[in-house]
T-cell receptor, first 110, second 118 residues
Framework: TQLLEQSPQFLSIQEGENLTVYCNSS?????LQWYRQEPGEGPVLLVT?????EVKKLKRLTFQFGDARKDSSLHITAAQPGDTGLYLC??????????FGTGTRLKVLA | GAVVSQHPSWVICKSGTSVKIECRSL??????MFWYRQFPKQSLMLMAT?????????EQGVEKDKFLINHASLTLSTLTVTSAHPEDSSFYIC??????????????FGSGTRLTVV
């Protein structure tokens, strides 16, 4: 069974602080994605990483795919209250069935 | 962009009744859709893969007779929770991928359905 473990599970920080969320697995994925979910809504895609070692930036968010394509990280610079939400990584390996990570709940305090 | 509509957004039903949830791809054809279940403050758990014109593929531990999935067209998949019980109360989310797709495209998710069984 493929598992994607995210850490930390919960994170509460002050506005302006930096943070990193990790997504780890023992399995290799052909691609990995990060989503953010607001309460009562479906997840919204933030980014897709495909190549081992790939780094993508989306404004204050930096995503990295591990060289072995087993892990990924999401770094947020100068967090804002609008970044509050549930962050989910999702990996796919061969088929289009995605396995979601355990989730990281982020709360940014003003 | 691709849009997936899920209906209803919330439903309350009595224990023992059945509830149908619809998932529609509005501007693309989806040969494959996925149904997830999400408990409060937890991640998404894949329940089944819905394949247009064929039987759904259920994940281990998911009762296929309780969670009936029908994917009769390229734009519609339905999930019916049969003989619902309070423990079936949850947030159900569908997602779809487009017919021609390469690695690097993400799912498009519906907005979810909150089911409460009383």
């Amino acid at each position: 069974t493929q598992l994607l473990e995210q850490s930390p599970q919960f994170l509460s920080i002050q506005e302006g602080e930096n943070l990193t969320v990790y997504c780890n697995s023992s399995s290799v994925f052909s691609s990995l994605q990060w989503y953010r979910q607001e309460p009562g809504e479906g997840p919204v895609l933030l980014v897709t990483v495909v190549t081992g070692g790939e780094v993508k930036k989306l404004k204050r968010l930096t995503f990295q795919f591990g060289d072995a394509r087993k892990d990924s990280s999401l770094h947020i610079t100068a967090a804002q209250p609008g970044d509050t939400g549930l962050y989910l990584c999702a990996g796919v390996s061969g088929t289009y069935k995605y396995i979601f990570g355990t989730g990281t709940r982020l709360k940014v305090l003003a | 962009g691709a849009v997936v509509s899920q209906h209803p957004s919330w439903v309350i039903c009595k224990s023992g009744t059945s509830v149908k949830i619809e998932c529609r791809s509005l501007d693309f054809q989806a040969t494959t859709m996925f149904w997830y279940r999400q408990f409060p403050k937890q991640s998404l758990m894949l329940m089944a893969t819905s394949n247009e014109g064929s039987k759904a593929t259920y994940e281990q531990g998911v009762e296929k007779d309780k969670f009936l999935i029908n994917h009769a067209s390229l734009t519609l998949s339905t999930l019916t929770v049969t003989s619902a019980h309070p423990e079936d109360s949850s947030f159900y989310i569908c997602s779809a991928i487009q017919r021609s797709i390469s690695a690097g495209y993400g799912y498009t998710f519906g907005s979810g359905t909150r089911l409460t069984v009383v």
